[in-house]
């Protein structure tokens, strides 16, 4: 019996050390969520200061708390959305006349708000979703950079895309920014104006652009597949090395707009306006035209094409064009 309570006296004091040590890292979660509130909510009131500077640090104190604390990224997104629609707020009496050619520049700490959303942690969103929607994002500039380091390195490097994915750009005013390796599949742009804007590498795959002006961009090696351009207004564009497959360019004004190397497979040319622009016979082909379809008068009367837009119209691959 002796022999057994050096064992049973260690058992003890390894339960009461496991005891200690859940009670220790107890008090500690709860210190680190107080300390976590503290940094939020000073953060936060760091937003609403006169100051630039101080609303910098605002920023990027909520980017610090989204890399120290999964949970709370949700309510930073929410946060920092807000933050873009407040400062970025189109004017009640609408914009003061500009002269042309003049497009002015998003606010600087509204660039680094949608920045620091954009290079967020992945997989931590929740319910949340970045809504810009509605905001005067005009002369808005993102681009992911590569590093002076690796530049150095000799080795080629492929920017990683800023991930502004699923975003709500819902009638946000875009005309004349510049996105660079930006990534917005699946984003609702409905009735976003992106007139002037230069987006290269960029991904709109799926995206809903119903009703967008993308009048006069350029739009180069970006991927569109599946995207919805209802009524879109592309009119001017340059649209160079799109994958433009499979998307529903219904009633669209593409009136003007060059094509090179733009890839239209499947795509829905019901109702579209294609006068004037460079589109080639294989184009037209590779998609889905339909007799209200409006083409260049020589591609209008070229066999192959006529023989498509009845093959298309006679097994029935298409819908007809809406109409208001």
Do not use: C
Request: aromatic fraction near 4%.
């Amino acid at each position: 019996m002796a022999a057994t309570l050096p064992g049973l006296a260690a058992l003890v004091a390894l339960v009461f050390t496991w005891i200690s040590v859940g009670q220790t890292n107890k008090e500690l979660r709860i210190a680190e969520g107080g300390q976590i509130t503290t940094r939020f909510n000073a953060a936060v009131s760091h937003l609403g200061s006169t100051s630039q500077d101080v609303r910098f640090g605002g920023i990027y104190a909520l980017e610090r708390l989204m890399q120290d604390s999964a949970r709370d990224q949700p309510r930073v997104i929410s946060v920092l959305s807000a933050f873009v629609r407040t400062r970025a707020q189109v004017p009640a009496g609408g914009f003061v006349k500009q002269a042309p050619g003049a497009t002015p520049r998003a606010a600087p700490d509204v660039t680094a708000a949608i920045s620091v959303l954009g290079d967020r942690p992945v997989g931590h969103d929740g319910t949340a979703q970045l809504d810009f929607s509605g905001a005067d994002l005009r002369g808005l500039t993102l681009s992911t950079q590569v590093s002076a380091t690796q530049l150095s390195s000799g080795k080629t490097y492929q920017p990683s895309r800023m991930d502004l994915s699923h975003a709500n750009l819902e009638g946000a005013d875009l005309r004349g920014a510049e996105l660079s390796y930006v990534t917005l599949d699946g984003a609702w742009l409905r009735g976003a104006n992106l007139a002037d804007a230069r987006l290269h590498v960029v991904g709109l795959q799926g995206a809903a652009l119903d009703e967008a002006d993308f009048s006069n961009a350029t739009i180069a090696r970006s991927g569109m597949y599946n995207a919805s351009l209802k009524k879109a207004d592309l009119s001017g564009s340059l649209l160079s090395s799109i994958a433009l497959g499979a998307a529903d360019l219904d009633s669209a004004d593409l009136s003007g707009t060059r094509l090179p190397d733009t890839d239209l497979h499947d795509s829905n040319l019901a109702g579209v306006n294609l006068e004037g622009s460079d589109i080639t016979v294989d184009q037209v082909v590779s998609a889905l035209p339909h007799p209200s379809t409006r083409l260049p008068e020589h591609l209008a009367r070229d066999p192959l094409v006529r023989e498509r837009i009845a093959e298309v119209e006679e097994h029935q691959l298409m819908p007809t064009p809406t109409t208001d």
